[in-house]
């Protein structure tokens, strides 16, 4: 059975920074396309990163370029969003993802692409 775990979510101020871990078990991810989307409430899930099975290419939504940096081990079956700088608009539940094998800007930024889903780490930003 596979299985994503998020954690590292908590309350922080702005400015602030959170590490967000994301746990796979189950199976090996390390072929596949890994991503972090979030949702706030009233709103539909985005996406935020996303980065290929080497790690050695990236991808952000405009909004956190130059503060979130995705990163993964797949020696461990982790993967990783460091956020910094936080905002109040970066408060949502932040999910992590499994994708394709191959990294398409167009195709990674599409959560209907992803097979494997989290149960979600909420994060929230105080101003």
């Known amino acids: 059975q596979v299985q994503l775990v998020e954690s590292g979510g908590r309350l922080v101020q702005a400015g602030g920074s959170l590490r967000l871990s994301c746990a796979a078990s189950?199976?090996?991810?390390?072929?596949?396309?890994m991503g972090w989307f979030r949702q706030a409430p009233g709103k539909e899930r985005e996406f935020v990163a996303a980065?290929?099975?080497?790690?050695?290419?990236?991808y952000y939504t405009d909004s956190v370029k130059g503060r979130f940096t995705i990163s993964r081990d797949n020696t461990k079956n982790m993967v990783y969003l460091q956020m910094n700088s936080l905002k109040p608009e970066d408060t949502a539940v932040y999910y992590c993802?499994?994708?394709?094998?191959?990294?398409?800007?167009?195709?990674?930024?599409?959560?209907?692409?992803?097979?494997?889903w989290g149960q979600g780490t909420q994060v929230t930003v105080s101003s």
């Open positions: 993802a499994v994708g394709p094998r191959l990294f398409d800007r167009s195709t990674v930024v599409d959560p209907n692409k992803y097979d494997y």
């Open positions: 189950g199976r090996t991810f390390s072929r596949s396309v």
């Open positions: 980065l290929n099975w080497s790690g050695d290419i990236t």
